[in-house]
């Protein structure tokens, strides 16, 4: 009933930039909150960012101050502006989205998740 295509990802040296954007698609009525996920290898899946529909933001600490989490309504898609990338912010990435969507006539709520973009970053 949802689906999120993610793209940005790739590789970067550390100190460089990425823009990574996730965009909602299906027969939605609304987006509540929004947010990034990272799972680097051997690790859990952990939030990075997440932002509500009226745009007040959270992020992890180790974030704070390089990363930027921002929403197009109207669009259905949410981007995260990585500055300063470290070593250590590799991982795959992956966009999460509470929707609320239409299915057989009646508005249903759900949780969904994009596939992964995969983002390294250079020593």
């Known amino acids: 009933q949802v689906q999120l295509a993610e793209s940005g990802g790739g590789l970067v040296q550390a100190g460089g930039s990425l823009r990574l954007s996730c965009a909602a698609s299906g027969s939605i009525f609304s987006i509540d909150g929004m947010g990034w996920y990272r799972q680097a290898p051997g690790k859990q899946r952990e939030l990075v960012a997440a932002?509500?529909?009226?745009?007040?933001?959270v992020y992890a600490d180790s974030v704070k101050g390089r990363f930027t989490i921002s929403r197009d309504n109207a669009k259905n898609t949410v981007y995260l502006q990585m500055n300063s990338l470290k070593p250590e912010d590799t991982a795959v990435y992956y966009c999460n989205a509470n929707c609320r969507y239409y299915s057989g006539g009646v508005l249903r709520r759900g949780n969904y998740w994009g596939q992964g973009t995969q983002v390294t970053v250079s020593s």
């Open positions: 932002i509500t529909s009226g745009g007040s933001t």
